[in-house]
């Protein structure tokens, strides 16, 4: 059985910085396309970033750039998302998700196969 388990989370101030990392019983999460959304009070699960296969082809919300990094670390089997510059805005729950298909497209990737439980992003001001 597929697990992935975010972990990274925790309560900060605004204007730090935090590396969330996607765990995984995949053997390889490398050959797998992988995306973080995120889920705010009270409202929708969102996208933010993917990374694709090896290749690592890399895609953000536009409401995401420059704040928001997406990486492998193929070491550590895990797909990382670093944020700077947090914002009480940013508070949420994130989510990894991973998918065997080479490429997810936009209004799909809310269906992909495997996902996280989660792990909670809290901003102060």
């Known amino acids: 059985q597929v697990r992935l388990v975010e972990s990274g989370g925790g309560s900060v101030q605004a204007g730090a910085s935090l590396r969330l990392s996607c765990g995984t019983s995949?053997?390889?999460?490398?050959?797998?396309?992988v995306a973080w959304f995120r889920q705010a009070p009270g409202k929708n699960r969102e996208f933010v970033a993917s990374?694709?296969?090896?290749?690592?082809?890399?895609d953000y919300a536009d409401s995401m750039k420059g704040r928001f990094t997406i990486s492998r670390d193929n070491a550590k089997n895990t797909v990382d998302l670093t944020v700077s510059s947090l914002e009480p805005e940013d508070t949420a729950v994130y989510y990894c998700?991973?998918?065997?298909?080479?490429?997810?497209?936009?209004?799909?990737?809310?269906?992909?196969?495997?996902w996280g439980k989660g792990t909670l992003v809290t901003v102060s001001s």
């Open positions: 998700a991973a998918d065997q298909r080479r490429l997810v497209a936009t209004g799909k990737r809310l269906g992909m196969e495997y």
């Open positions: 995949i053997r390889a999460l490398i050959t797998y396309y």
């Open positions: 990374i694709a296969l090896s290749g690592g082809m890399t």
